[in-house]
């Protein structure tokens, strides 16, 4: 079957191309079975991006911060404006980030090693914090996991050399809810990668911590880029998590993992979509680069760098900007 689909999302050229998609299958990796580290270092080199299933987050857990969630979302605006407008913690609507990156989406979102936000004006503050926390503790915990599982199948000795960048107290960790609004039918006779353009709920760019943990409703709208122009929708689902690596990820790792390039088309005439991220940062001190155990005599990709400094310099650019060249060593 033909399909019209766009090339070259990411930059260059926009026209649309009549041509068959590559059959890419999402990775699935389930964490109960023995065989997890080696898919996710196989997941992690192929596309920086995989699901995982039986993660053993408790579905309450799941479903309390959902339910307080779609709550904090259908509240009046000046109310969700009263928690503090994103800067760049906070409730944020349509701008995203400081340099006029615009979705269709809001959000909420906030520190994980303090809880900075402010829910006074809510009507049950307590009851959405506490869900929040809970929520936050299971991703803490399955990012640990993860990680290590992940240093495993890279045969390093140090079994938490990525894990306890997340254990530590100065982590600098963050969460988000997004919500992207039932967005009706665009009925004009645009191309596919007009509409696609009309629609963008979180334009592309790649993450700048470790890993990134997220869940959605069953709401579609998540795309991955897999090269040559290609974005691959994600089919949502309800019951697991996606994983995306990171770019601090892709230096820690010379460059073996690849952090994906992703984005949110907002298609969903009827459905809203609703999803919470968890954003593995490692402490602002920490120095971002290749870890000694994978080199091996081998030079270093990158130059070296802090979190903060890297943090720092992602906070003035677009969002879609490959925020890693210029500490790529030439
Ligand atoms: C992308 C990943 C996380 O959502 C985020 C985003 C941040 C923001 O929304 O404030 C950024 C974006 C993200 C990367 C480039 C800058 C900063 C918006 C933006 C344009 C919270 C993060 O850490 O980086």
Not at 252 to 274: E, Q, Y
Request: glycine share 6%; proline share 6%; charged share 20%.
């Amino acid at each position: 079957m033909q399909y019209s689909y766009v090339r070259n999302c990411s930059g260059s050229n926009n026209r649309a191309a009549t041509f068959s998609p590559p059959v890419v299958t999402i990775p699935i990796v389930d964490l109960s079975k023995p065989d997890a580290q080696t898919l996710i270092v196989k997941a992690c080199e192929d596309f920086g991006f995989f699901k995982v299933i039986n993660h053993g987050v408790p579905t309450d857990a799941i479903s309390k911060l959902e339910e307080e969630a779609t709550k904090f979302f259908s509240l009046p605006q000046s109310d969700k404006e009263n928690v503090g407008l994103a800067k760049p913690f906070g409730y944020g609507s349509k701008c995203i980030g400081y340099s006029g990156d615009v979705g269709l989406i809001e959000y909420l979102l906030v520190k994980t090693n303090s809880q900075h936000t402010n829910t006074h004006t809510l009507d049950k503050p307590e009851q959405f914090r506490c869900a929040l926390n809970e929520y936050i503790e299971a991703m803490r915990k399955m990012a640990c996991e993860i990680l290590e599982l992940m240093a495993e199948g890279l045969n390093i000795e140090e079994r938490n050399v990525l894990s306890k960048l997340v254990m530590d107290e100065q982590s600098d960790s963050c969460f988000r809810l997004n919500h992207y609004p039932a967005c009706p039918e665009i009925t004009t006779m645009a191309s596919d990668n007009e509409k696609n353009t009309n629609k963008v709920g979180f334009g592309e760019h790649t993450d700048p911590q470790i890993i990134s943990l997220l869940r959605s409703n069953n709401t579609a709208g998540l795309q991955i880029y897999v090269g040559d122009g290609n974005w691959i929708p994600v089919p949502p689902d309800h019951s697991s998590f996606f994983v995306n690596v990171g770019d601090a990820l892709q230096v820690m790792t010379n460059g073996r993992f690849k952090s994906v390039r992703h984005r949110v088309i907002v298609d969903n005439a009827n459905n809203p979509r609703l999803s919470m991220i968890y954003f593995v940062g490692p402490p602002l001190s920490e120095k971002i680069a290749p870890l000694p155990s994978l080199m091996l005599g081998k030079e270093s990709l990158y130059k070296e760098f802090t979190w903060f400094e890297y943090k720092n310099s992602t906070y003035h650019t677009k969002l879609a900007v490959n925020r890693l060249i210029p500490y790529e060593r030439i």
